[in-house]
């Protein structure tokens, strides 16, 4: 969205977060690598995530979900494919009275809400969510892994010397996380040991998404 690009970048130039000069050599960051600028403003820690959408929502006078500290209804994310959610970078995450809570990166997107509005039969309120957000909050439609590993983490991790590599639990937590990156067309699986779990993340297209996250107490079992 050229025009909130140009907000934002306004915003930051008035706000000293940066300089003339770093604005512009984030951008050909941008452009060179054919991603977002707010990708690469996030990822070289020039503000975070969360600081973004607001800011983002601020200028558009949308109002902003963080996903990550909202509850997230399993049953209402899958009023819509995962395909279509990814698509259109949108996430259906909940309800309240005013109707389905849609999370999107573009709330001024008016035939958007009234396509998801005649899908879910009911009327949709739209917040402003962050692609990052999205993609991290796109887990929630592989419920079924996680239900598989819940399942797996419930059985004793065995003693190696007393059990073939076969049966295993923690081979078998491996095989998972594997069989389903096959199935998602995955081209990297990334474990990344984090403060009180590891998460599991796929690069998928190119984007990275989170799909598990591993207890701490079975990291060094998993990995």
């Not at 957000?133 to 059985?155: H, S």
């Not at 069989?179 to 995955?186: F, V």
């Not at 040991?193 to 993340?201: F, I, L, N, W």
Request: charged share 25%.
């Amino acid at each position: 969205m050229p025009g909130n690009a140009q907000k934002l970048v306004e915003f930051l130039l008035q706000g000293n977060f940066v300089t003339k000069e770093q604005i512009d050599a984030l951008q050909e960051k941008a452009r060179a690598a054919h991603r977002s600028l707010e990708d690469v403003l996030v990822e070289d820690e020039i503000i975070n995530d969360d600081q973004l959408g607001q800011i983002i929502a601020d200028l558009n006078g949308w109002k902003f979900v963080n996903l990550r500290k909202e509850p997230i209804d399993a049953a209402i994310v899958r009023l819509v494919p995962e395909s279509v959610a990814r698509e259109q970078h949108l996430l259906l995450y909940g309800e309240s009275q005013r109707g389905i809570k849609l999370a999107c990166n573009n709330p001024a997107d008016t035939p958007l809400i009234h396509m998801i509005q005649k899908r879910v039969g009911r009327p949709v309120a739209a917040f402003y969510a962050t692609v990052r957000d999205l993609n991290t909050a796109y887990r929630f439609y592989n419920r079924e892994l996680g239900t598989e590993f819940d399942q797996l983490m419930k059985q004793p991790v065995e003693d190696e010397e007393l059990v073939s590599v076969e049966d295993s639990s923690v081979v078998k937590m491996v095989d998972l996380i594997l069989t389903h990156a096959y199935e998602q067309n995955a081209s990297d699986v990334h474990i990344e040991p984090q403060q009180d779990d590891t998460a599991v993340r796929l690069r998928i297209d190119g984007v990275m998404h989170d799909v598990l996250a591993v207890p701490k107490k079975l990291h060094n079992a998993v990995i």
